[in-house]
């Protein structure tokens, strides 16, 4: 069955350090899209990036990075030199049957609070 | 990308009531969503509303609870039936963008439900 693990209830940093999320899925689907997704205080969902499975380049935008290594099945996001407005809860998610069917299962989401 | 409302933003209802939640959309879509996310929890997919058919539950999730319209391709209404406590979620309503499988999913604002 698909799941997606993300361990880290909680994280707290402060101002500028860099930060790293964990995620950790599983799945049988040999073709499949991992996401991540930030939902600030106001709850709105942010959609941040999208992956396939076939797509084992690391991505950069801005401040963020993210590491998928199928070896692990891991999907990690980086957050460097963070500020107070990344303070958010932030999902992974992983859409199953390659995404034909949309359906995105989600992680327990990770807490993040910057410090100022 | 896509532009999505919902209605309302937010409310407060009595045990046993019924609620309908309303989800458009800026542009004509196959496939909408319906997730639920308790409070301090991750999302869940309630069911998928496809235009012209029955909306097909996910395990645990009942129509006589949350009946689902879908009379257009931008329009969606799920209702939560004879309410309690344990109701009192965020709604949201998503849609995927894209072609070939390779899609983002987008997500309403949300519908913040408080069950007294």
């Known amino acids: 069955a698909q799941k997606v693990t993300q361990a880290q209830t909680e994280i707290s940093v402060v101002e500028k350090e860099d930060v790293t999320l964990d995620c950790v899925y599983e799945t049988r689907d040999t073709t499949y899209y991992l996401f991540w997704y930030k939902q600030p205080p106001s709850g709105e969902l942010v959609f941040l990036i999208r992956r396939n499975s076939f797509d084992e380049q690391n991505e950069i935008s801005g401040r963020y990075s993210w590491n998928f290594q199928k070896s692990t099945s891991s999907f990690n996001f980086t957050i460097t030199a963070s500020q107070v407005v990344d303070s958010a809860v932030y999902f992974c998610?992983?859409?199953?049957?390659?995404?034909?069917?949309?359906?995105?299962?989600f992680g327990t989401g990770t807490l993040l609070a910057v410090q100022p | 990308s896509a532009v999505i409302s919902q209605k309302p933003s937010r409310d407060i209802c009595q045990r046993g009531t019924s609620l309908t939640i309303q989800c458009q959309v800026d542009?004509?879509?196959?496939?909408m969503f319906w997730y639920r996310q308790q409070p301090g929890q991750s999302l869940t997919l309630i069911a998928t509303a496809n235009q012209g058919s029955e909306a097909t539950y996910e395990s645990g999730f009942v129509i006589d609870k949350f009946p689902i319209s879908r009379p257009n391709l931008t329009f969606s209404t799920l209702t939560v039936s004879n309410m309690s406590p344990e109701d009192s979620s965020i709604y949201l309503c998503s849609v995927p963008v894209g072609t070939g499988g390779y899609n983002e999913q987008f997500f309403g604002p949300g519908t913040r439900l408080t069950v007294l």
């Open positions: 542009s004509q879509v196959t496939m």
């Open positions: 998610a992983l859409s199953e049957l390659g995404g034909a069917t949309n359906k995105l299962i």
